[in-house]
Each structure stands twice: as C-alpha cells, then as structure tokens.
C-alpha cells in the first residue's frame, strides 16, 4: 500500500440476503470516520438500499453524510455512457449487423455481466482515486457477488484469447472485409479502447486480490443454513483468490432473558456462534447485537458499528497471511490456493491451452499460472486442511 500514488484499504461484505450486509456496511463505513478515516461506502448491489438505511437519497456521486463518510449508490447506465462510448458505439453497429435494430445504452445495460463490470471500474477508481483512505463496499447476496467478483478473471481470459486474436485479423483483413461483406469490424479505436478497458479490469483485480488491500467479508445470522451458506461464500471467494478475513455475525439476542421464548432463542444462536468461532479460526468472527428495532439513520448505524468493533480495528486485516502461493520446498514446485471447506473429490482440475481451470461446485477459474509454473504439466493435487495444492513437473516427467 506503499508507492507514489495512494491506494485505499478496500472493505468487501457480502453474504445471504437479508443478513445484514447493508446495515454491517454502512455501520462500518460510519466507526471508521469516527476512528479519523475518510471513508466511502459504496454500492455494488444493483437493488441499492444505502440510502433507506442511511436515511439519506444518494446518488452516484459520494455524498459525506457524516464528517469523514461519504455514500454513494453508483448508477451503471450513467457510468457507461461516461466511460464506454466507444465500446457502445460498437456493440450496437454489431447488434444492428446482427438484425437489432434501434438498440439504446439502457437497452445495452442488460447485457449479462455490463452492470458488474461498471461497478468494478467504479471500485477501481475509488480505490485510486485518493480522496479515502479506506472504500467500503456493500455487495450483493452471494451469488451475485462471486459473480461480480469473477469477472475480472473470466473477462481477462477472453479479452487475451479472443481480442488478442481479433486485433490482429482486423487490422489485415478489415478494408477488404468492408468491401466484401456487411459484418461491421471494429475500428482500431474500438479496440484501443477495449484493451484500456482490459488494462483496467486488470489493475481492478490485482488490487482487490491483494490481500494487504482488500478484505473480504462474509455476514451471517446465527442459523445453521445461514452458515452454511456462508462456508461456501468462503470457498467461492478463495477459489476466485479474495482474501477473506473476517466473519460477522449479525443479530445476536441478549442472553439471561427471564422470557423462556427469547433464552431458547437465544440459546440455540450460542450453540451456532460457537460452531461459527471453532469452524471460521484463524479469522475473526465479530458479533453484533440484535438490535429493538431497525437500524437505519446514522445514529442508529454509528452505535451499531461502535458495538461490532468494540475488540477489533474495521481497517485492518483480521487475518493476515493467506495468499496464492508457490511451494518449493517439496521437490517440484506446489501451486497452494487457498480454498477451505471443500474436499479433493470436489475439485475438479483441468489444463486449457498452458492455463489451469480449477472447478468447485458451480464456479470455475481459469487460473492464469505463475510465470515458473507455466509450460510444466501437473504431476498431483490434493486438498489439505483448506488448502489445495497442486504439485507440477516438467512436461513429460512423472
Ligand atoms: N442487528 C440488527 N438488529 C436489528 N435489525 C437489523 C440488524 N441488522 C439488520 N437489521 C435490519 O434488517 C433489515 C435487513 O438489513 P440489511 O438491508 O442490512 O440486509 P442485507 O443483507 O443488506 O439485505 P439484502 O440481501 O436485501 O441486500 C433492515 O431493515 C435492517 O435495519
Ligand atoms: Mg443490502
């Protein structure tokens, strides 16, 4: 986090709907100005709630609620009118050649993965941007966000093979291509700007997979299902390499209530809390009250977020030293990832073209290989108290 140019500290809470991800966003946004940061709490859910739970209508551009704390709910349509003019120009000529007549930006926002890829840049810019020390995001459910939080990979695999071979084909073939047929070849522009737009997504993902940057937080409610959900958030944000840190679990009701409904309650969440604390060690499993009624206004938001870190610092990493990493002292070199709650049977491994595809449940990453490891064939892989390893060889050896 050192360097010339300044890089906030990157906050990601993400969780089950309705757990609490908003309220534990925002409450934290709001201790950390307290604590002399200047922070911005943002959002990468689409279906925005900052402002109800801020009390305030926010717009795309931050707006300090409170000394030191800015909001903002980024509106995508807006951002890629800004930033994607050429990119748009393109996509609609090669939609009209396709036989969509008419499309509009609004119409173009719908485009699987567009929403997602705007939220990132925003992040990206925010994190540079050098107006706040720390950028807290509130994402979407889960789902959702290992979307977002894979796309940078996925699209990065795509622009190398697909743009990196198109470029090339076009700048040959396009004049006699214009001549001969109608399909509308993207101008050098076009691609200029996709591969700026790469060159971004690319930074994007370095800094939010950089452990000494981002953290990544999982909200939960002290429910077995909920938990549940929550491992595989674990697993899905590791295998994408984000750094998680800390698990926060919302809603804790008193203890020691004289009403017999209420300790029940209250003794069944004890019993999850402290599975929580024996399955998520070595990171942080924060508490936060139960709260008599709605957390929003800043008021109630800011008390919030004094009772969630009363024993721990919100900016700093709860959990340091997990990364992707290369393992020589066995022989061959060992590719480690971290990915917890998952055994071997359930990774699936595959090599494409000198890249590795790493597969767990739904998802898959194609894993770009470290530099001393690309050109080597696998030699074994193993999943090992949360953490996958894979063994590589010289091609040909076993
Ligand atoms: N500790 C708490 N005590 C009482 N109410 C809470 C607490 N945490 C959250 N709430 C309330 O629960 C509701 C849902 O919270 P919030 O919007 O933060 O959840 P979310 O996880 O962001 O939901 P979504 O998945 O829809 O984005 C809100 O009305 C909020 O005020
Ligand atoms: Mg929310």
């Given at each position: 986090?050192?360097?010339?140019?300044?890089?906030?500290?990157?906050?990601?809470?993400?969780?089950?709907?309705?757990?609490?991800?908003?309220?534990?966003?925002?409450?934290?946004?709001?201790?950390?100005?307290?604590?002399?940061?200047?922070?911005?709490?943002?959002?990468?859910?689409?279906?925005?709630?900052?402002?109800?739970?801020?009390?305030?209508?926010?717009?795309?551009?931050?707006?300090?609620?409170?000394?030191?704390?800015?909001?903002?709910?980024?509106?995508?349509?807006?951002?890629?009118?800004?930033?994607?003019?050429?990119?748009?120009?393109?996509?609609?000529?090669?939609?009209?050649?396709?036989?969509?007549?008419?499309?509009?930006?609004?119409?173009?926002?719908?485009?699987?993965?567009?929403?997602?890829?705007?939220?990132?840049?925003?992040?990206?810019?925010?994190?540079?941007?050098?107006?706040?020390?720390?950028?807290?995001?509130?994402?979407?459910?889960?789902?959702?966000?290992?979307?977002?939080?894979?796309?940078?990979?996925?699209?990065?695999?795509?622009?190398?093979?697909?743009?990196?071979?198109?470029?090339?084909?076009?700048?040959?073939?396009?004049?006699?291509?214009?001549?001969?047929?109608?399909?509308?070849?993207?101008?050098?522009?076009?691609?200029?700007?996709?591969?700026?737009?790469?060159?971004?997504?690319?930074?994007?993902?370095?800094?939010?997979?950089?452990?000494?940057?981002?953290?990544?937080?999982?909200?939960?409610?002290?429910?077995?299902?909920?938990?549940?959900?929550?491992?595989?958030?674990?697993?899905?944000?590791?295998?994408?390499?984000?750094?998680?840190?800390?698990?926060?679990?919302?809603?804790?009701?008193?203890?020691?209530?004289?009403?017999?409904?209420?300790?029940?309650?209250?003794?069944g969440q004890a019993r999850q809390v402290e599975l929580a604390d024996a399955e998520f060690a070595p990171m942080a499993v924060l508490r936060a009250p139960h709260a008599p009624g709605e957390?929003?206004?800043?008021?109630?938001?800011?008390?919030?977020?004094?009772?969630?870190?009363?024993?721990?610092?919100?900016?700093?990493?709860?959990?340091?030293?997990?990364?992707?990493?290369?393992?020589?002292?066995?022989?061959?070199?060992?590719?480690?990832?971290?990915?917890?709650?998952?055994?071997?049977?359930?990774?699936?491994?595959?090599?494409?073209?000198?890249?590795?595809?790493?597969?767990?449940?739904?998802?898959?990453?194609?894993?770009?290989?470290?530099?001393?490891?690309?050109?080597?064939?696998?030699?074994?892989?193993?999943?090992?108290?949360?953490?996958?390893?894979?063994?590589?060889?010289?091609?040909?050896?076993?």
């Open positions: 986090m050192s360097g010339e140019q300044s890089v906030a500290r990157v906050l990601l809470f993400t969780g089950k709907g309705g757990v609490g991800k908003t309220t534990t966003a925002a409450a934290t946004a709001i201790e950390l100005s307290r604590r002399g940061h200047r922070v911005v709490v943002t959002s990468a859910d689409p279906a925005h709630s900052l402002s109800d739970a801020t009390g305030t209508a926010l717009g795309a551009e931050p707006l300090e609620v409170l000394p030191g704390c800015w909001a903002q709910e980024l509106n995508a349509l807006e951002r890629m009118e800004e930033s994607w003019g050429e990119v748009r120009t393109w996509l609609v000529e090669l939609f009209r050649w396709a036989g969509v007549a008419g499309l509009e930006a609004e119409e173009l926002a719908i485009l699987p993965g567009l929403e997602e890829l705007v939220a990132l840049m925003e992040i990206g810019r925010l994190v540079r941007g050098g107006d706040h020390d720390v950028v807290v995001v509130d994402c979407a459910p889960t789902a959702e966000t290992v979307r977002l939080l894979s796309m940078p990979d996925l699209l990065d695999w795509f622009f190398r093979r697909a743009f990196g071979m198109t470029r090339r084909v076009s700048r040959a073939v396009a004049p006699v291509l214009r001549t001969v047929s109608d399909v509308p070849v993207a101008p050098v522009e076009v691609f200029d700007a996709l591969e700026g737009l790469h060159a971004e997504l690319v930074d994007v993902r370095s800094l939010l997979t950089d452990p000494a940057v981002t953290s990544a937080r999982i909200v939960a409610t002290p429910e077995s299902m909920v938990l549940s959900e929550a491992r595989r958030t674990l697993t899905y944000l590791s295998l994408f390499g984000y750094h998680t840190d800390a698990v926060v679990l919302n809603r804790l009701l008193p203890t020691g209530s004289a009403d017999p409904f209420l300790q029940a309650m209250a003794t957390v929003t206004g800043t008021d109630a938001l800011a008390a919030h977020g004094l009772a969630l870190w009363e024993d721990a610092d919100p900016a700093q990493d709860l959990c340091p030293g997990r990364a992707m990493a290369v393992d020589y002292t066995e022989g061959n070199p060992v590719l480690v990832l971290n990915l917890p709650n998952v055994e071997s049977h359930e990774v699936d491994l595959t090599a494409v073209d000198g890249d590795l595809a790493v597969a767990v449940g739904p998802y898959r990453r194609n894993l770009a290989l470290p530099a001393g490891l690309r050109g080597k064939q696998v030699r074994s892989a193993r999943v090992e108290r949360g953490e996958l390893r894979i063994e590589f060889c010289a091609l040909g050896a076993q």
